[in-house]
Structure formats: structure tokens, C-alpha cells
Nanobody, 122 residues
Framework: QVQLVESGGGLVQPGGSLRLSCAASGNIFEILAMGWSRQAPGKQREFVATITSGGSTNYADSVKGRFTISRDNAKNTMYLQMDSLKPEDTAVYYC????????????????WGQGTQVTVSS
């Protein structure tokens, strides 16, 4: 079994910064792509950013230039540095990982974290 645990959410004023972390643990052989998505109240979950095992990144237009995704492969951990935060960034942020497991390396599984709340308000 694999677990993803997010941390780093909280309350921040507009223009401020937060850094989210997502730590993966368990029966992991290799983590391929990892990513962040978010869900605001009353809205559908939306893509935020992804990063491959080689470090290639992709961002939603709404966060491009303000958010930075990164990962530490040795620690199976991914980060999201969020700068110049806006009230519209308020949401529950979820991380996900596409990975293979020991004993089941022919299959790629996607796991999700439980989410962490980010609130941007004065």
C-alpha cells in the first residue's frame, strides 16, 4: 500500500506565500509523474501543476509565474511553492503520484493525498 501525505496549508494574506509538501511512502518501486490539483468550494477539481521524474514541469495558466513545482526523488517528496497568492487560490490542494509498486511493476497506479486547505484572505 502507498500513502501520500500533504502538509503546509494554512491561512495567508493576499500577496503572501506558502509551501506545500507531499510525501509518498509505502510499497513504492518508482514514482513517475507527480502533480497538484485543487478544488474550491462549489467548483470542480482543477489541474494546477505536474512534474515528471526527469523534472519536466507543466502549469495551469492561472498559476504560471506564481507557483513552482519541484520534487526530491531521493525523499519521494514533491513541493509546491506558491507566491503572490490571490483570494481565488483558496481551495483544498491535493497531490497525486503515478507510480509502480514492488511485485506489480507492470502496472502504473495513481494515488491521491487527503488534501490540505489553503485560504488566502485579509
Amino acid at each position: 500500500q502507498v500513502q501520500l501525505v500533504e502538509s503546509g496549508g494554512g491561512l495567508v494574506q493576499p500577496g503572501g506565500s506558502l509551501r506545500l509538501s507531499c510525501a509518498a511512502s509505502g510499497n513504492i518501486f518508482e514514482i513517475l509523474a507527480m502533480g497538484w490539483s485543487r478544488q474550491a468550494p462549489g467548483k470542480q477539481r482543477e489541474f494546477v501543476a505536474t512534474i515528471t521524474s526527469g523534472g519536466s514541469t507543466n502549469y495551469a495558466d492561472s498559476v504560471k509565474g506564481r507557483f513552482t513545482i519541484s520534487r526530491d526523488n531521493a525523499k519521494n517528496t514533491m513541493y509546491l511553492q506558491m507566491d503572490s497568492l490571490k483570494p481565488e487560490d483558496t481551495a483544498v490542494y491535493y497531490c497525486n503520484a503515478d507510480l509502480t509498486e514492488y511485485g506489480r511493476r507492470r502496472h502504473i497506479f495513481r494515488y491521491w493525498g487527503q488534501g490540505t486547505q489553503v485560504t488566502v484572505s485579509s
